[in-house]
């Protein structure tokens, strides 16, 4: 079984259309994240949330919107896609705080083309 | 402020050689803590190794291990007896106040046959 799955794996769009990046895990993790990679490899937290509730948004353009249904799962809805939004997008998962508890559990990533 | 640099943008190393990429990082805070992490040409993100602030000993997991030099911020990751499966990205991460990883820009290794 995969510990942290998202899907799709790639997605391709048009400019301008709203999209959704489903992630689960069964880590029975609190704590969940979104991570944007861009195209010169560089890793960015968007948000984490911690049981359901949204403990970080880094300065992230409104139209991300995470929504965690229960601490298991934790999608990213993103509108009106800009071709700037192209990258990979990663969800994480982690046990908790201190040490060791940190460690990120990554999906395998979500390559999103915007054309 | 860059709060973790890792300042090879590419590494070379010869199968079977030992290799060092460096992580340099920035903090006032006294417990944090310094994680690798590995990313393949197929793009997943592969926990390496880990090194708390207070661990009194550098980390090891088998042929990765960490020189850990805290007085000079530093959290170099060293590959023993490389293989061509190690030609990979390499990120240094740091815990930040928040609880969110931050990452450095990453280098790219490749191991020569």
């Known amino acids: 079984d995969t510990a942290v799955s998202q899907t799709p794996k790639y997605l391709v769009t048009q400019m301008g259309n709203d999209k959704s990046i489903k992630c689960e895990q069964n880590l029975g993790h609190d704590t969940m994240y979104w991570y944007k990679q861009d195209s010169k490899k560089f890793l960015k937290i968007m948000f984490s949330y911690n049981n359901k509730e949204l403990i970080i948004n880094e300065t992230v353009p409104n139209r991300f919107s995470p929504k965690s249904p229960d601490k298991a799962h934790l999608n990213l809805h993103i509108n009106s896609l800009e071709l700037g939004d192209s990258a990979v997008y990663f969800c994480a998962s982690s046990q908790g705080t201190g040490g060791i508890n940190e460690k990120l559990f990554f999906g395998s990533g979500t390559q999103l083309s915007v054309l | 402020a860059q709060k973790i640099t890792q300042t090879q943008p590419g590494m070379f190393v010869q199968e079977k050689e030992a290799v060092t990429l460096d992580c340099t990082y920035d903090t006032s805070d006294p417990s944090y803590g310094l994680f690798w992490y590995k990313q393949p040409s197929s793009g997943e993100m592969i926990f390496l190794i880990y090194?708390?602030?207070?661990?009194?000993q550098n980390a090891t997991e088998g042929r990765y291990s960490l020189n850990f030099q805290k007085a000079r911020k530093s959290a170099n990751l060293v590959i023993s007896a490389s293989q061509l499966g190690d030609s990979a990205m390499y990120f240094c991460?740091?815990?930040?106040?928040?609880?969110?990883?931050?990452f450095g820009a990453g280098t790219i290794l490749r191991v020569k046959s």
């Open positions: 090194q708390g602030s207070y661990d009194q």
């Open positions: 991460a740091m815990r930040e106040e928040g609880n969110k990883l931050v």
